[in-house]
């Protein structure tokens, strides 16, 4: 249990345990980058705009948003990504080389998809580090070269952000107050009864974070 502020919507900070988070924590508690820090997220789900989300608070620049869904790509750009490339479409890496004139110097990773986690970890320049954060089931595997960890590179999962919850979620209650942490526009709210509609809305993107309203 984690006691926040009383004066902000309670029904607004159930995302904040479990996907919001992780994927800030990944950035602020992980990465922890400096201004001026090029970044990008692969997966615009709840998870990889919370990471985006505070990429913009770190000030990174330029801030990339990679996914196969025009309409998350387009939200990704209004939340703060500077340059958004549709995977399905063009080459990730080569295009993200272009934007920096290298790679990244940090890259996220929220699908869980071995063909997509190579990607996060090809696009890094030297020294760069690439966090895991999506969750893949047992036996799933991947590959990359081996002169990718000699240049430096660091690839690393994450667990909950590697936050407490105790400061960390209080933490970014207060940046959600104060108008630098928008968690409201990722939630949609949906009735109990419409349960099957929020699963299926989920699925295909529609909807970035379903929040179920149980009756009284």
Same mark, same amino acid.
Do not use: W
């Given at each position: 249990?984690?006691?926040?502020?009383?004066?902000?919507?309670?029904?607004?900070?159930?995302?904040?345990?479990?996907?919001?988070?992780?994927?800030?924590?990944?950035?602020?508690?992980?990465?922890?980058?400096?201004?001026?820090?090029?970044?990008? /997220?692969?997966?615009?789900?709840?998870?990889?705009?919370?990471?985006?989300?505070?990429?913009? &608070?770190?000030?990174?620049?330029?801030?990339? $948003?990679?996914?196969?869904?025009?309409?998350?790509?387009?939200?990704?750009?209004?939340?703060?990504?500077?340059?958004?490339?549709?995977?399905?479409?063009?080459?990730? /890496?080569?295009?993200?080389?272009?934007?920096?004139?290298?790679?990244?110097?940090?890259?996220?990773?929220?699908? $869980? &998809?071995?063909?997509?986690?190579?990607?996060?970890?090809?696009?890094?320049?030297?020294?760069?580090?690439?966090?895991? $954060?999506?969750?893949?089931?047992?036996?799933?595997?991947?590959?990359?070269?081996?002169?990718?960890?000699?240049?430096?590179?660091?690839?690393?999962?994450?667990?909950?952000?590697?936050?407490?919850?105790?400061?960390?979620?209080?933490?970014?209650?207060?940046?959600?107050?104060?108008?630098?942490?928008?968690?409201?526009? &990722?939630?949609?709210?949906?009735?109990? $009864?419409?349960?099957?509609?929020?699963?299926?809305?989920?699925?295909?993107?529609?909807?970035?974070?379903?929040?179920?309203?149980?009756?009284?």
């Amino acid at each position: 249990m984690v006691k926040v502020r009383p004066d902000v919507p309670l029904d607004l900070l159930g995302p904040l345990a479990c996907g919001i988070q992780t994927g800030a924590g990944a950035v602020l508690n992980v990465m922890t980058p400096d201004p001026g820090k090029s970044f990008a /997220v692969f997966g615009s789900g709840s998870v990889g705009l919370a990471g985006l989300m505070a990429a913009k &608070l770190a000030d990174c620049e330029p801030i990339i $948003a990679v996914d196969i869904r025009p309409n998350r790509l387009d939200f990704a750009r209004a939340l703060g990504a500077t340059h958004t490339i549709d995977n399905g479409c063009e080459d990730a /890496v080569a295009a993200i080389r272009q934007i920096t004139g290298g790679g990244v110097h940090f890259a996220l990773e929220t699908s $869980a &998809l071995p063909a997509v986690f190579r990607q996060a970890v090809d696009c890094l320049q030297t020294c760069g580090t690439c966090v895991l $954060a999506g969750s893949a089931r047992r036996g799933t595997e991947v590959s990359f070269e081996m002169p990718v960890l000699e240049a430096g590179r660091t690839v690393r999962g994450v667990i909950q952000g590697d936050s407490r919850p105790e400061t960390f979620i209080p933490h970014l209650v207060d940046l959600f107050a104060a108008g630098r942490l928008p968690i409201d526009r &990722l939630v949609t709210f949906y009735d109990f $009864a419409d349960i099957n509609r929020a699963a299926a809305d989920a699925v295909t993107g529609t909807t970035i974070k379903p929040v179920l309203r149980v009756p009284q």
